[in-house]
C-alpha cells in the first residue's frame, strides 16, 4: 500500500512538472532557424519577379504568370499577336541570342554550298574564353556548317567569318543587320556586332527579338538547324578535328521536355545575364518566347511556364471561316452569299490565309475590324486589309482579294430573322453572272438586229430593182407610144 501511494505520488508530481514545462514553453515564441542571405543574383530575381506585367492590366485578357525575366514577350507567330508582354520595349542585351538575325542574313545572301573562310580577324576578334569552336586563321567551312556552328556550338568566331563572308568586313555586315531589323519592324534594336559579344551600343528588345525570331522561324533550313540537340563536325580539307558540339538550350538538347520546340537560341554576358528565344508548335499554333536578363535554369523554366500559358488560354481562329458578317465594314455593297440566279461567285472575298488569336472564352462576333486600302497590294490581287481587334488589343488581320471562288454561303430562310451576317435589306446579286447574263442578250440582239438589217437591204435592193425594170419598160413603152403618134400625125 506504502508503494502504491508513492507511485501515485510520484505519477502526480511528473504530470504536474510537464504540464508547467509546456505552459512556460508557449509562452515563449519559438526562435526560427536564421535564413540563409540572398545573393545578389538571387535579390536580383526577386525585385524583378515584382515587376509589371502590362498585358495583366488589361481586364479582358487572361493574367499570366509572374516570373523572374527583366522582360518577356509571348507572340503568335503567324497573326503577330502579343499574348504576354512585360517591359517588352526595354532596350537589354541580347547576348547572343543575335546570332539568329547573322544567321538569317546568311542564308537569304548565300547558298549553303559556300566556302567560308576564316580571317585572322574573324578568329582573332572574340575572346578566347567565349564561345567558340576552336577554328583557325586559314580553315575554311561550308556555310551550312557554319550555321550549324552558329546555332548549336554558338561559336563566336563562326560568326565573324560569315559576317566577314556575307559583307566584306564586320562593320559591313553590322550595317546589314540594322538593315534588316529596321525591315522587319524593330524600333528598339542597335547591332555592332554579329556575336553578340557586349557593348554599350548593341541593344534590343524581346519585342524586336520576337520580330526577328518570327522571320528565322518561317526558313525551313533555319528551322531544323536552330532545332539540332547535336552536331558532328568530322574533318575535311578545311579543318582537321573530328568533334561533336551539343546545344545549352535545355528544351531541345533534352534535359528538358516539352512538346512541339521548333529551335531557339540561348545567350549569356556577365551584364546581359540569361537570355532565351525559343519557337514552339502545337495544334497549329506557333509561338515564339523570349525572355531577357534571367538567372540559372530559370530562362527554361520561365518559358515552359509562357507556352503553358499561351496554349491553355488561347485560340487560333481562321477569319474566312468564321466572318460571315462583312466583307467591307458598315457598307452594304459586295455580300457574298447565295443570291436570286443561284449559286454565287463573288467578284470580292476573305483570303483564306488570315486568322485571329483569342482568349479562350471569347468569340469571333466580339471582334471589331478597320479597312485599310492602302495596305492593299495590287499585284497579289490583293483589294484591301482588314485588321481585327478584341477590345483595343491586335488579334489578326486579313485580306479582301478579287476571286472567282465562292468562300462563303447563305440560305435564305423563312424566317422573319436576317441570317447572321447578312442584313435584311440587302438584295444578293451575283453580279458575274448577271454581267455575262446581260451581255450574252446584248449579243443575241446584236446579232438580230444585224440580220435583220443584211435581210432588209437584201429587199429594198430587190425592189429597187424592179423599180428600175419598171421604170424602164415605161420609158420603152412612152417612146413606142412617140413613135406610133408621129407616124399618125404624117399620114
Known amino acids: ?267 549569356y554576358t556577365d551584364l546581359a545575364r540569361q537570355t532565351l528565344v525559343t519557337g514552339c508548335e502545337q495544334a497549329g499554333m506557333r509561338l515564339i518566347c523570349v525572355v531577357m536578363k534571367e538567372e540559372g535554369s530559370a530562362q527554361f523554366e520561365d518559358t515552359v511556364t509562357l507556352f503553358n500559358y499561351g496554349y491553355q488560354n488561347f485560340m487560333k481562329m481562321n477569319i474566312a471561316d468564321n466572318d460571315t458578317h462583312h466583307i467591307i465594314n458598315n457598307s452594304n455593297f459586295f455580300y457574298t452569299g447565295n443570291d436570286i440566279f443561284g449559286d454565287s461567285s463573288p467578284i470580292l472575298s476573305i483570303a483564306p490565309d488570315g486568322y485571329v488569336v483569342l482568349p479562350n472564352m471569347s468569340h469571333f462576333s466580339d471582334l471589331t475590324s478597320k479597312i485599310d486600302y492602302e495596305a492593299a497590294d495590287l499585284e497579289k490581287n490583293e483589294i484591301a486589309e482588314i485588321t481585327y481587334y478584341y477590345h483595343d488589343t491586335l488579334v489578326g488581320s486579313g485580306k479582301i482579294i478579287f476571286s472567282s471562288q465562292n468562300t462563303h454561303t447563305y440560305e435564305f430562310t423563312s424566317s422573319e430573322e436576317p441570317v447572321s451576317g447578312r442584313p435584311d435589306n440587302v438584295i444578293f446579286i451575283n453580279i458575274k453572272a448577271l454581267v455575262i447574263g446581260i451581255s450574252g442578250i446584248a449579243g443575241i440582239v446584236i446579232f438580230f438586229l444585224i440580220l435583220h438589217s443584211v435581210f432588209s437591204n437584201r429587199k429594198d435592193y430587190r425592189n429597187e430593182r424592179r423599180r428600175r425594170k419598171q421604170l424602164r419598160r415605161d420609158k420603152r413603152q412612152k417612146r413606142k407610144e412617140r413613135k406610133l403618134a408621129k407616124r399618125r400625125r404624117w399620114k
Not at 25 to 45: D, G, H, I, R, Y
Request: charged letters at 15%; proline letters at 4%; glycine letters at 6%.
Open 1 to 267: 500500500m506504502i508503494l502504491q501511494k508513492k507511485k501515485l505520488i510520484f505519477t502526480y508530481i511528473f504530470t504536474v512538472f510537464l504540464s508547467v514545462s509546456v505552459l512556460i514553453q508557449a509562452s515563449f515564441p519559438v526562435l526560427a532557424e536564421p535564413q540563409k542571405a540572398l545573393t545578389e543574383e538571387e535579390a536580383a530575381a526577386q525585385e524583378r519577379l515584382l515587376l509589371p506585367v502590362q498585358t495583366n492590366s488589361l481586364s479582358y485578357w487572361p493574367t499570366g504568370p509572374a516570373i523572374t525575366a527583366q522582360s518577356a514577350i509571348l507572340m503568335e507567330a503567324e497573326t503577330g499577336t502579343i499574348l504576354y508582354a512585360k517591359n517588352i520595349h526595354e532596350e537589354l542585351y541580347p547576348a547572343s541570342t543575335t546570332k539568329m538575325l547573322t544567321c538569317l542574313i546568311a542564308v537569304e545572301q548565300c547558298a549553303l554550298n559556300e566556302t567560308v573562310n576564316f580571317s585572322y580577324e574573324a578568329v582573332s576578334a572574340v575572346p578566347g574564353d567565349g564561345s567558340n569552336m576552336g577554328m583557325d586563321a586559314g580553315e575554311y567551312l561550308s556555310m551550312e556548317e557554319c550555321l550549324y556552328g552558329i546555332m548549336v556550338a554558338s561559336a563566336n568566331e563562326v560568326a565573324n567569318a560569315v559576317a566577314e563572308h556575307v559583307a566584306g568586313s564586320l562593320d559591313g555586315f553590322a550595317e546589314m543587320m540594322n538593315q534588316k531589323a529596321a525591315e522587319l519592324g524593330c524600333e528598339n534594336t542597335h547591332f555592332v556586332n554579329a556575336n553578340g559579344l557586349h557593348d554599350d551600343n548593341h541593344y534590343t528588345s524581346t519585342y524586336d527579338l520576337a520580330l526577328i525570331a518570327r522571320a528565322y522561324f518561317q526558313n525551313d533550313v533555319l528551322r531544323r538547324i536552330g532545332n539540332t540537340p547535336s552536331y558532328h563536325f568530322i574533318p575535311s580539307a578545311g579543318q582537321p578535328d573530328d568533334f561533336y558540339k551539343t546545344n545549352k538550350h535545355k528544351l531541345i538538347n533534352g534535359e528538358l521536355s516539352y512538346d512541339g520546340i521548333i529551335g531557339g537560341k540561348t545567350g
